[in-house]
């Protein structure tokens, strides 16, 4: 059987959790056809991997590259740490949607973010537009896009501090549809930012839902990580199970001395909510 390319003699890590084996792997038109001790002359290109280790790429479930995929696709920096996947849109922060009349408000937001002496343009509105525009561009990696809930509502709302009326939060559960009908992923929340931080958990709840009906996910840089944490990770908890939508709890910690310990308690929160 020819390929067209054979790595030979890895330690070949296949992600299963069991030991490491030493092996040959063949791609034959893009994807790994044969694994094994394997005839190095039927392939086209052949990659001595002696002395490394052969596995899946990662994937980093808590990125924000997309706010420099505009201007270094390549991202050469993950792949070469073997990250081949990334998770964006986290802590309440994505590129879309867009309402021309909070534009400058999101641009400002997300400038902190970008390279030094860069301008951020966002020319879309919609989450499907924006995914249209990232088309072509030769992106290195492979993008999950989360919609961000903060975004979604300086779109609704610019970084008011209050609750959303009625007629508010119907603009945000559409634009939450509109994303995953676009290929979101799922919703993400940053309740230590503005305008994450003015949200109750209501809005949450009924934006979550919206995401739970496509199969997604709800990631949140959760509201505290310090003295706050327990009750941080129970408002996570509580989402979730009141949407009914798998939970990420992101940056999870105990921050100060006087927090030490309380993982503990949180990590038991999580396993006991799983159960």
Not at 62 to 71: A, G, K, N, Y
Not at 151 to 175: D, I, Q, S, W
Request: aromatic content about 6%.
């Amino acid at each position: 059987m020819s390929m067209d390319i054979a790595i030979v003699d890895g330690k070949i890590v296949n992600g299963s959790g069991s030991p490491w084996f030493r092996g040959d792997i063949g791609i034959t038109d893009g994807r790994i056809s044969r694994i094994g001790r394997l005839d190095r002359s039927k392939a086209t290109d052949v990659i001595d991997a002696k002395g490394l280790i052969v596995c899946p790429g990662f994937i980093d479930a808590h990125s924000h590259t997309d706010m420099i995929l505009r201007f270094n696709p390549r991202t050469e920096s993950t792949i070469r740490q073997g990250i081949t996947t990334m998770v964006v849109g986290n802590c309440g922060f994505s590129l879309a949607p867009v309402a021309p009349a909070h534009r400058s408000l999101l641009e400002r937001s997300l400038s902190q973010f970008i390279p030094r002496g860069a301008k951020i343009d966002l020319p879309w509105s919609t989450f499907d537009e924006y995914l249209e525009n990232g088309e072509g561009r030769g992106m290195a990696s492979n993008i999950a896009y989360l919609v961000g809930h903060g975004t979604v509502r300086t779109a609704v709302m610019g970084y008011e501090n209050c609750a959303p009326t009625a007629e508010e939060l119907e603009e945000m559960k559409e634009h939450v549809a509109e994303a995953m009908e676009a290929g979101a992923v799922g919703l993400s929340s940053g309740l230590i930012y503005p305008p994450g931080m003015y949200t109750e958990v209501g809005e949450l709840v009924a934006l979550a839902k919206v995401a739970a009906r496509y199969g997604g996910v709800y990631a949140s840089h959760i509201r505290g990580e310090g003295e706050t944490l327990l009750e941080a990770v129970k408002e996570a908890l509580k989402i979730g199970e009141e949407a009914g939508i798998p939970v990420q709890i992101a940056h999870h910690k105990a921050f100060g001395k006087a927090r030490w310990g309380d993982t503990a308690k949180t990590l038991k929160m999580m396993e006991d909510a799983r159960a």
